[in-house]
């Protein structure tokens, strides 16, 4: 059986900075591109980072390039997001997923791309 959990989340104020990380088990981890994704009350889930299996290859969304880092460690099965700046607007849900598929090119922002999934862990950044 194939869990994924996220941890991490708290309460930050504005312009500090928050690691999440997210273990998975029951799968062989470094097979799986690996995806970081948000949802605030209201809006529809966000894709903002995806990593190839190796590591080597990162993706962002515009509206955290440069303030969040997506990294992995395939020896612990764990996938890190290292968030810096954090602005009020980066308020939300914080899912990781694998990806269904063997690179994160192409629509790695799209949640349907993705196969397992975390409960989330929440973000939230006071003004």
């Known amino acids: 059986q194939v869990q994924v959990v996220e941890s991490g989340g708290g309460l930050v104020k504005s312009g500090g900075s928050l690691r999440l990380s997210c273990t998975a088990s029951?799968?062989?981890?470094?097979?799986?591109?690996m995806g970081w994704f948000r949802q605030a009350p209201g809006k529809e889930r966000e894709g903002i980072s995806c990593v190839s299996w190796s590591g080597y290859t990162t993706y962002y969304a515009d509206s955290v390039k440069g303030r969040f880092t997506i990294s992995r460690d395939n020896a612990k099965n764990t996938l890190y997001l290292q968030m810096n700046y954090l602005k009020p607007e980066d308020t939300a849900m914080y899912y990781c997923?694998?990806?269904?598929?063997?690179?994160?090119?192409?629509?790695?922002?799209?949640?349907?791309?993705?196969?397992?999934w975390g409960q989330g862990t929440q973000v939230t950044v006071s003004s």
């Open positions: 029951g799968l062989t981890f470094d097979d799986y591109p």
């Open positions: 997923a694998a990806r269904a598929y063997a690179s994160c090119s192409g629509s790695w922002s799209q949640e349907y791309d993705y196969k397992y």
